[in-house]
T-cell receptor, first 114, second 115 residues
């Protein structure tokens, strides 16, 4: 069964520190992997996208990595800010399938403390 | 600026009531989606539409129906609301087909409470 699992479920760090969020997937075949940021009470917003052949993608202080062999992705946040407090969701699109088969992880809830 | 607009941010309904959730996108996207989001469960697809009047059941369609009469509008209908339908409902839209589907653009969400 195609699955996306994220860890940790929640994380608290001090402002200015770095952190790394993990995503493991069992989706095959694989088309692309996206990371979304969801602020409390808002809809998710895309941060990065990576296809099978890409292994790193940056968006400001956010850097996503992908290891297609081990089916793992990580999202690294550098020099965290209070505005980074949100849920981060890993989303995998299977290959050769309907858009209805997009799979969401359950997210990591990140809290940044001043 | 791209926009997906959901008609209501917060709704409170009684068991058995009919509930309409409306979603409008201004990006001329082919695809529109309705998800529900519950703590610890992530986003689960209720229904997906890839064209006007076309729909596809998602993972949890029971108790829901949808309507897409115009390309920009996708409605979610709860025929007879029940307490287990209390949730956050998220509408999304995207371009593309199949595994070439582009980024999902989400609305702000509609938090429904059924008493």
């Amino acid at each position: 069964k195609n699955q996306v699992e994220q860890s940790p479920q929640s994380l608290i760090i001090l402002e200015g520190k770095n952190c790394t969020l993990q995503c493991n997937y069992t989706v095959s075949p694989f088309s692309n992997l996206r990371w979304y940021k969801q602020d409390t009470g808002r809809g998710p917003v895309s941060l990065t996208i990576m296809t099978f052949s890409e292994n790193t993608k940056s968006n400001g202080r956010y850097t996503a990595t992908l290891d297609a062999d081990t089916k793992q992705s990580s999202l690294h946040i550098t020099a965290s800010q209070l505005s980074d407090s949100a849920s981060y969701i890993c989303v995998v699109t299977p290959g050769y399938s309907s858009a209805s088969k997009i799979i969401f992880g359950s997210g990591t809830r990140l809290s940044i403390r001043p | 600026d791209v926009k997906v607009t959901q008609s209501s941010r917060y709704l409170v309904k009684r068991t058995g009531e009919k509930v309409f959730l409306e979603c409008v996108q201004d990006m001329d996207h082919e695809n529109m989606f309705w998800y529900r989001q519950d703590p610890g469960l992530g986003l689960r697809l209720i229904y997906f539409s890839y064209d006007v009047k076309m729909k596809e059941k998602g993972d949890i369609p029971e108790g829901y129906s949808v309507s897409r009469e115009k390309k920009e509008r996708f409605s979610l209908i709860l025929e007879s609301a029940s307490t287990n339908q209390t949730s956050m409902y998220l509408c999304a839209s995207s371009w593309g087909q199949g595994s070439n589907t582009g980024e999902l653009f989400f609305g702000e969400g509609s938090r429904l409470t059924v008493l």
